[in-house]
């Protein structure tokens, strides 16, 4: 018996012959646009611009890489909570770039800020704001160190401002969720509702992801848009909560990137009642939703790692502490022992062992027990006496394995979400830049 690997998606997720996909629903306040700047030389759309007539309340969390991109440099000394646009590419990093990839994305932003200046005075509005280059925030990802191909991408500004559209529907999504992929053999999407009082909320998201893909927002991209109306400081906190449990529980490869972002953009169309504080019961149905969402696009993206073939959940549970659990499940999802294991669907459960003890937590051997699926495999440090292999490895031929530890030592816990290596993996990064 197989998994469809599909079930991790939202239950909202239609999928057809013809490869439809989740509808995203339209963000009232934003309009957005895709084109190519003919950054991979074949034509293949890779500018992504979404735009905030009337501004957005945002909050950002990024890398954690001490070696960070000019996009993601240029986006920190930002110190406004208040937005107008934010503008994607791919094929490139600029990291690693020196001052010729600041200088470039500088130009880039000069003919992006007049460009969405012409076209806010000829709205119906004929409002006469001048965009500052402050009002913009970048979104770059793809191969450190080469040069920064700015004037392929400024030359195609006012063509990208030209095709912005508020209409988002189904293809839209599907085009720019499609624009900001590297390696990744399929879009990333997800929607959720809620209300906030008595007002509907829509959250609609996309993101980018297969490779490089470890906590502290790995080489991802990931932009969430919503119609509430939430201060930015609030939306901080927020986002940070749930990424803890979302973008921050996965991994591909334990390698975190020196590029990426996850990204929450708040237009306030939706006119619910004003927030005053974070603890507000109001926001409650909004966290929810949110973290549904970013688990939904988190799973997506560890579904489409580089060469996987099976989709592997960890829980760690009867922890000190949730840090305890969290560095256990990781332990054991970085090791390349491990993965590899589950990628030969070999019930070799001392490699989960192994990653237990290396954790260097604190922990009583004695104590611990290991489910494979179902089935229990380990206890008090031996094999367990109902352990039956044959059973083990026919459960090991699903394309979704699940793991279980139970340190029997408190009641903290932490789910970690993780795919198998396989040769596969290999040949994609290895041709990576070919």
């Known amino acids: 018996m197989t998994v469809n ?95 010729k990839g600041a200088q470039g994305l500088k130009e880039i932003a000069h003919s992006l800020s007049k460009a969405l200046t012409i076209k806010l005075s000829q709205s119906p509005k004929g409002a006469s704001e001048i965009i500052k280059i402050t009002d913009l925030l970048f979104a770059s990802t793809g191969v450190i160190g080469e040069d920064f191909p700015y004037l392929k991408i400024k ?85 940070k909560k749930v990424a803890a449990t979302t973008f921050n529980s996965i991994t591909v490869d334990s390698d975190t990137s020196t590029n990426d972002m996850v990204a929450i953009f708040a237009t306030g169309k939706a006119k619910n009642s004003k927030i005053y504080n974070v603890l507000d019961p109001k926001l409650q149905d909004f966290e929810k939703a949110l973290h549904r969402l970013a688990l939904n696009l988190s799973t997506q993206i560890i579904v489409d ?63 611990v027990q290991i489910k494979i699926g179902d089935y229990l495999v380990a206890e008090q440090s031996r094999k367990a006496k109902v352990y039956n292999e044959s059973n083990v490895k026919e459960y090991m031929k699903w394309d979704s394995i699940n793991i279980e530890v139970n340190l029997n030592i408190g009641n903290a816990s932490f789910t970690v979400y993780t795919c198998d290596f396989t040769s596969d993996y290999i040949n994609i990064n290895a041709d990576y830049r070919n």
């Open 5 to 99: 690997l599909k079930n991790f998606l939202n239950p909202k997720v239609k999928l057809s012959k013809m490869g439809e996909f989740q509808e995203l629903q339209p963000i009232n306040g934003m309009e957005v646009s895709s084109i190519s700047a003919d950054l991979y030389g074949d034509g293949r759309d890779d500018l992504s611009l979404f735009y905030f007539p009337d501004g957005a309340n945002f909050a950002a969390l990024y890398t954690m890489s001490k070696i960070t991109s000019a996009s993601i440099n240029w986006n920190l000394k930002i110190k406004r909570h208040f937005v107008k646009a934010l503008l994607v590419n791919t094929k490139n990093a600029n990291t690693f770039t020196g001052i």
């Open 155 to 239: 030359n195609r500004i006012s063509e990208l401002v030209k095709k912005l559209r508020a209409e988002q529907n189904k293809f839209v999504w599907f085009k720019v969720a499609s624009a900001i992929m590297t390696t990744d053999t399929k879009p990333k999407l997800a929607y959720e509702e809620c209300k906030i009082g008595n007002k509907l909320v829509k959250i609609s998201g996309i993101a980018k992801g297969s490779g490089m893909i470890a906590p502290n927002m790995a080489t991802m991209l990931s932009f969430i848009f919503t119609d509430a109306n939430i201060s930015s400081i609030f939306l901080r906190a927020i986002l």
């Open 305 to 367: 790692g580089e060469g996987a073939k099976k989709f592997i959940t960890i829980k760690v549970i009867g922890a000190r502490s949730m840090t305890m659990a969290k560095n256990i499940g990781f332990s054991i999802a970085n090791s390349p022992l491990f993965k590899t294991a589950i990628a030969g669907e070999d019930p070799n459960w001392g490699r989960i062992v192994m990653g237990i003890g290396k954790s260097g937590e604190n922990i009583i051997p004695n104590k």
